[in-house]
């Protein structure tokens, strides 16, 4: 079973609009969360994280939100760019640990 | 700039074949992780290692195992590959700082071929 599910395999967006990628987790325990963003023929590469102590992290156009009750969590760009086309991953950490569970993935299309 | 290299980038053995998957990082990182990729299942930890010569099992250690000889280099071997390792194999790396969640870096990855 899934610990951490990403709902939507594919989204597709208008430049300059913003696109909203959401994540639900299942384990109470994680406490850490990241994106990745992956492009294809690379690997994976860091985007943002939030610790459960904050509900909101922000670094430019990327904001992540996070809802401890709901176990949920939520990437925002603002303002979508064709170059933010993407697979984007979200990952939890139990126990700040150095771990993370992997989600599968919602790939990103913005349209130009 | 972190660099964490991948031996090959395309991959094609034959069942029952020994394999060998080499992955190196040139920032001195403690942590070093073998991930494979498949289509709806994200990235699952395979093993891990968080220092030279030692190994964790991940969530999906069955038919693998791994070497870590060096603090730069970590290995993964498919004793006898089967078809259903046909897969995208990542190998990551991080710190061991002690602050929470240290951001892995990641390879270019391997895609594997199990004929």
């Known amino acids: 079973d899934q610990q951490v599910k990403q709902n939507s395999p594919s989204l597709s967006v208008q430049e300059g609009r913003i696109s909203i990628l959401n994540c639900d987790y299942t384990?109470?325990?994680?406490?850490?969360f990241l994106w990745y963003k992956k492009y294809p023929a690379e690997g994976p590469t860091f985007l943002i994280s939030?610790?459960?102590?904050?509900d909101k992290n922000e670094d430019g156009r990327f904001t992540v939100f996070l809802n401890k009750s709901a176990k949920h969590l939520s990437l925002h760009i603002v303002p979508s760019q064709p170059g933010d086309s993407a697979v984007y991953f979200c990952?939890?950490?139990?126990?700040?640990?150095?771990?993370?569970?992997f989600g599968p993935g919602t790939r990103l299309s913005v349209l130009p | 700039d972190v660099k964490v290299t991948q031996s090959s980038r395309y991959l094609v053995k034959r069942t029952g074949e020994k394999v060998f998957l080499e992955c190196v990082q040139d920032?001195?990182?403690?942590?070093m992780f073998w991930y494979r990729q498949d289509p709806g299942l994200g990235l699952r930890l395979i093993y891990f290692?968080?220092?030279?010569?030692?190994?964790e099992k991940g969530d999906i250690p069955e038919g693998y195992s791994v070497s870590r000889e060096k603090k730069e280099r970590f290995s993964l071997i498919l004793e006898s590959a089967s078809t259903n390792q046909t897969s995208m194999y990542l190998c990551?790396?991080?710190?061991?700082?002690?602050?929470?969640?240290?951001?892995?870096?990641f390879g270019p990855g391997t895609r594997l071929l199990v004929l």
């Open positions: 990551a790396s991080s710190f061991s700082s002690g602050s929470p969640g240290e951001t892995q870096y």
């Open positions: 384990n109470s325990m994680f406490d850490y």
């Open positions: 939030i610790s459960s102590i904050k």
């Open positions: 990952a939890a950490s139990a126990n700040y640990g150095q771990n993370f569970v």
């Open positions: 920032m001195d990182h403690e942590n």
């Open positions: 290692s968080y220092d030279v010569k030692m190994k």
